[in-house]
Each structure stands twice: as structure tokens, then as C-alpha cells.
């Protein structure tokens, strides 16, 4: 086994614990950091497969933007743990059996391609000089004709995710205390300062002590 194949098993592992803490994890900031170890590791995967954009691009949009976005939404949603874990065994067959089925049309797919008798695009582009082949814009190509339909469909998916994670943060909570914009510039003069009109303040009278008796 040469260095190669044994750093894809060391990612490949790290990976795939990675993978498996962000679903265990029972505190949800704990998650999205093994989400970003999971990134970091697939990006490595990434770059021994000789696909440097794809690994520079999985570090910086993912890692770098949509996990601080991921961060700062949990933290603001303040998620009660205890009520998500309430009816978990409840559910649980349903989200095996799930599951179970995902696991098996993923399988059929990925067997599927991997009986595939014709030689893959890339061994045939690996034997072409190396200033004549640019691995961007070959990923532009394939993205942007074979694949346009998909990415605008997730671009969608991605643009509801974001006005649900908003409406989330937006939700009403009595324990936050908020300000209105609209009222504080339509506010006046006389209702932030009152004027009150009370009687001058006197001073207590002096009583005189008693004088003791003989």
C-alpha cells in the first residue's frame, strides 16, 4: 500500500466519524464543528483526486461561509434540546425504515455506476497535457449544460432555507426584550420627558424633647 492509499483510508475514516458525530451529537454546536472536520476531510479527498477547485472551493464557501451561517443560527435560535429528543423512540422506526430505503437506492446507483464497462472522462482527460486541460473549466462546462436544471433546483432549495431560517429567528419570544424601529422615529417630545409639578419641599419641624421632671 503506498502513501496515497493509505492517506484516502485516513480521510476516509476521519470522515466518516466525523460524518456519524454531527447526527450523535447532542449538542448542536458540537455538530456543526464535526460538520466542518467532515468538509475539511472531504476536501482532502478531494485534492488526492487531483480536483484542487473542488477542494478549494468545498473549504472556502462551505467551511468559511455557510458553517459560520450554520453557527450563528444556532446560537440564535437557543434550540431547547430536551423538547427535540421528546418522541424520539416514537419515530424512530419510521426514520429507519427511511433510511433503510435511502441506503438501498443509493446502493443500486453506486453499483450500478461502478459495473460500468467504459473508461470515466477523467482517465481519458488524465492523458492530456497538462496546458492543454484546465479542470475549472471543464467543471464549468459539465455544470452549466448537462447539469443547469439541478443546479438551479438547489439554488432554489437554498433560497427557501434561507427565508425559513430568517422566519425562525423572527419568531416572537417573551424573553426578549425588542424595540420597534417605526415607533422609536415616530416617537414625540412629550413622550419621552414628563413634567411633573410638586409642592416645595419642606423641612420636618423640630419637636422639642421633653424636659425631665424633678
Not at 63 to 79: E, K, S, T
Not at 94 to 102: E, K, N, P, Q, R
Not at 117 to 139: C, M, R
Request: aromatic share 10%.
Amino acid at each position: 500500500m503506498d502513501a496515497k492509499t493509505g492517506l484516502f483510508y485516513l480521510f476516509a475514516l476521519v470522515l466518516l466519524f466525523a460524518a456519524f458525530r454531527v447526527i450523535t451529537a447532542r449538542n448542536p454546536v458540537h455538530a456543526a464543528l464535526y460538520l466542518v472536520l467532515a468538509f475539511f476531510q472531504a476536501s482532502a479527498l478531494w485534492i488526492l483526486l487531483k480536483a484542487e477547485f473542488l477542494a478549494i472551493t468545498l473549504v472556502l464557501v462551505y467551511v468559511g461561509a455557510v458553517m459560520v451561517l450554520f453557527l450563528f443560527v444556532v446560537m440564535m435560535l437557543d434550540i431547547n434540546m430536551e423538547g427535540v429528543r421528546k418522541g424520539f423512540w416514537k419515530h424512530f422506526p419510521l426514520a429507519a425504515s427511511v433510511g433503510a430505503l435511502i441506503t438501498l437506492e443509493m446502493s443500486a446507483v453506486l453499483m450500478g455506476g461502478f459495473r460500468l464497462s467504459d473508461a470515466p472522462k477523467s482517465a481519458v482527460l488524465a492523458g492530456q497535457a497538462a496546458a492543454q486541460y484546465s479542470n475549472t473549466k471543464e467543471i464549468g462546462k459539465v455544470l452549466y449544460s448537462e447539469y443547469l436544471y439541478p443546479l438551479e433546483i438547489a439554488a432554489v432549495i437554498l433560497l427557501v432555507a434561507i427565508i425559513a431560517a430568517i422566519a425562525l429567528t423572527l419568531r416572537a419570544r417573551k424573553d426578549s426584550k425588542n424595540t420597534n424601529p417605526a415607533d422609536q422615529i415616530r416617537v414625540k417630545r412629550g413622550d419621552r420627558v414628563s413634567l411633573v409639578k410638586m409642592k416645595a419641599t419642606q423641612a420636618a419641624p423640630v419637636v422639642a424633647a421633653p424636659e425631665e421632671k424633678a
